[in-house]
């Protein structure tokens, strides 16, 4: 008798289960079959909608939690994609000669990232083909917060802080440069149009535990590469900029500004001066920071050191941070690592022998570097996180309104201490940061105040 009962049990559970897993419609006619699993994510279900019709092929996966909101979301966009891809494939049924065109093809990737089991990056990849069009593939992230059963966007992750943003977009921008899939064909226009710091130009992404991933779409940076240009950031490298929430405790690791957490009310800024020294523009500049006791940091180059050794020994003598900026100026990344070393070595021997000290730090020309090269070059390598884009307006008021609007606290300033018009910008620049409040020191300074 009791066998007879466990028999019934499992027979009972096993029939449960078999309807639950059974296929689904959302159609009276039966032209897809929809499935549904649990994830390794609590309350995270995984939906599979597989075409039935070998006319409209299709496969799709995405999420649903306990959420209908979250759900909502998640299914417009499948269902727009599925009405897109449909709606293609007719008007190419009735553009085609007697249905010569091959049917299509709609996939729906899924992969998910978690952060501290709290956060579930969703990404959707999408692969779309109708009839002889080639194929697109596009992404679309959402990023959910399992506690709080909302979606979060980038803004929340920099602390609603456009300067955050601009410093980050920055950093994508510079990094997408040097992309070698798309480097050859990258168009400066799209890219600086894809890179502008608006928070709607930087909407796809995942969280992961160590680092946050960016998504490009290479039809916006280029005219001939498709697909996706995926870039991960590692969060330590952006921890100052992260909103407190997400920022971990560091110990001396490079990152993309220094850190703002010193329980310090100053305010820091370096003032940078790349390509001198020049035996005009550099004496005045000097003579401004004189003037408001500033202290600043010049990237030197060493063929410019080498015919102008007492301008660099005069930027020594007052008492300014002195950095290697190569000898001849080339782009880095497209040298071997012997001609990197030669640049390097060569141009700290004409600042040492000039000035008597060896430079503290190394600016690459352009901004244009890599891990390899870093690991290589002996001192520790500075970017900036406002460029004044002096070079190219050559206009003092333009320079002094450029800080202005992306102005924060350890901001690294680029500037150009060739340029006339940059000697000019001096006086009005320094009267402004010191009536905001800032105090003008050396890089090496704002990197040993985080
Ligand atoms: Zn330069």
């Not at 995984?46 to 306990?66: G, K």
């Not at 928070?199 to 160590?210: G, I, M, P, R, V």
């Not at 005069?314 to 190569?326: D, M, Q, Y």
């Not at 620049?429 to 003008?440: E, I, N, T």
Request: net charge negative.
């Amino acid at each position: 008798m009791l066998t007879t009962i466990i028999i019934f049990l499992v027979l009972s559970a096993n029939q449960f289960n078999f309807q639950k897993t059974q296929a689904k419609q959302n159609t009276p006619a039966k032209t897809n079959t929809i499935t549904e699993n649990d994830s390794t994510y609590p309350s995270i279900r995984i939906i599979t909608d597989v075409s039935d019709d070998p006319n409209t092929p299709f496969s799709l996966n995405y999420p649903q939690a306990d959420n209908d909101i979250f759900n909502e979301t998640i299914l417009t966009y499948i269902n727009d994609s599925k009405k897109e891809y449909l709606a293609k494939l007719k008007k190419n049924e009735m553009n085609a000669k007697e249905s010569e065109a091959p049917p299509g093809k709609l996939s729906i990737n899924l992969e998910t990232y978690s952060y501290k089991d709290q956060y579930l990056s969703f990404v959707l990849t999408k692969e779309l083909s109708t009839g002889n069009t080639n194929k697109t593939i596009t992404t679309k992230t959402f990023v959910y917060n399992i506690k709080t059963k909302k979606l979060m966007q980038l803004s929340t992750l920099l602390n609603q802080d456009e300067h955050h943003l601009t410093t980050l977009a920055k950093h994508l921008q510079n990094q997408l440069s040097q992309e070698s899939k798309i480097k050859d064909t990258l168009i400066a226009e799209k890219l600086q149009m894809a890179t502008k710091p608006l928070w709607e130009n930087f909407d796809c992404f995942a969280l992961t535990d160590d680092s946050l991933i960016f998504y490009f779409d290479n039809r916006k940076l280029t005219d001939t590469a498709s697909g996706i240009t995926v870039l991960p950031i590692s969060l330590s490298f952006i921890n100052p900029i992260l909103s407190t929430d997400f920022q971990i405790q560091m110990e001396d690791v490079k990152t993309i500004l220094s850190s703002e957490q010193k329980p310090t009310n100053q305010k820091l800024v370096a003032l940078t001066f790349d390509d001198g020294p020049h035996p005009d523009v550099t004496p005045r500049i000097l003579s401004i920071l004189n003037k408001y006791h500033a202290k600043a940091t010049f990237f030197m180059l060493g063929n410019r050191v080498k015919n102008y050794p007492d301008i660099a020994k005069s930027v020594a003598s007052c008492g300014h941070e002195i950095g290697n900026h190569t000898w001849s100026h080339p782009i880095l990344t497209k040298l071997t690592m012997e001609e990197i070393l030669y640049e390097f070595n060569s141009t700290d021997q004409a600042i040492y022998e000039a000035t008597g000290q060896h430079p503290t730090l190394f600016r690459p020309p352009y901004g244009a570097t890599n891990d390899n090269i870093k690991a290589q070059i002996p001192v520790p390598t500075v970017i900036w996180s406002i460029d004044t884009l002096d070079w190219k307006h050559r206009n003092a008021q333009q320079l002094v309104t450029n800080v202005q609007n992306s102005l924060h606290n350890n901001a690294i300033i680029l500037m150009h201490d060739i340029h006339p018009t940059t000697a000019d910008a001096m006086d009005p620049l320094l009267a402004y940061l010191q009536q905001q409040g800032y105090q003008f020191v050396t890089v090496s300074e704002i990197l040993a105040s985080k």
